[in-house]
């Protein structure tokens, strides 16, 4: 059954601005706030539309000469390991993982840092603070959490912090909204582990789907994340599998 919010949600429109994936082009976004009694429920809804959530905000592409973008996720009933990606989870099997709620921390946000100066130096986010960054973990009414990933401790205690994942949870799956990891550790391929794993967390829920955000075609940004299988993606007729394998794509 779909949801009807109680107050007709207001879409705006961004300028338009360069874009930060396809190099020569520009990118424009539609954009709406996520109600703050109704928040849950219309993030649902708008997640299953093809919108993705930034704090209290849910945007989509509305680009007028490109359609590059487009809207991903993974059916993870039919998801089978293949062998490399059994690779990265046994490399990985060392890691512990913890749900914690959406609270920013220090830590996390050191991680960020070093994440943001190594992998995307000079990008969009490199300027961010530590107020920017708990804005963004709480900043939000919806049903979110985060991951974090530790290496083992010789002495008991924590481990050293290796990956975090802000997660939302839906009525029909998991939301992967932002992940970042220490990239130091460039042979475990943090970033496929974490979406591995969110696979195995969905497939031991019972939920459906892993939504991975936008595809974006001719990317080599996230190439890596083209390579999983099988993969669904929005279409005018509704979500419909891919066919074939993609190469040079962006999921972000």
């Not at 879409?11 to 601005?17: I, K, L, N, P």
Request: hydrophobic share 40%.
């Amino acid at each position: 059954m779909t949801f009807v919010p109680q107050r007709q949600l207001r879409f705006y429109m961004t300028t338009v601005a360069p874009c930060p994936y396809l190099p020569g082009q520009t990118e424009r976004k539609v954009f709406a706030n996520l109600p703050f009694s109704e928040g849950v429920h219309v993030n649902d809804e708008l997640t299953q539309a093809g919108f993705r959530r930034s704090q209290n905000i849910a945007y989509r592409p509305a680009c007028e000469s490109c359609d590059a973008c487009v809207s991903v996720r993974l059916p993870v009933s039919g998801f089978s390991f293949s062998r490399s990606q059994r690779k990265v989870l046994k490399r990985n099997a060392d890691l512990s993982r913890d749900l914690v709620e959406a609270e920013a921390t220090t830590e996390q946000f050191d991680l960020l840092r070093r994440y943001l100066h190594g992998r995307h130096p000079g990008g969009g986010m490199s300027s961010m603070g530590w107020l920017d960054y708990v804005a963004m973990v709480e900043d939000t009414a919806v049903r979110t959490h985060l991951i974090e990933y530790r290496l083992p401790s010789p002495d008991g205690g924590p481990g050293d912090l290796v990956g975090v994942c802000l997660t939302d949870l839906l009525g029909d799956g998991l939301s992967m909204v932002y992940s970042f990891f220490d990239p130091a550790l460039e042979a475990r391929s943090l970033g496929r582990f974490a979406i591995l794993d969110h696979v195995r967390q969905a497939q031991a829920v019972g939920l459906p789907y892993v939504y991975l955000g936008y595809w974006v075609r001719g990317s080599k940004k996230m190439d890596y994340k083209a390579g999983f299988r099988p993969m669904e993606q929005l279409t005018r007729l509704g979500w419909e599998r891919m066919a074939q394998p993609a190469t040079g794509v962006d999921v972000a």
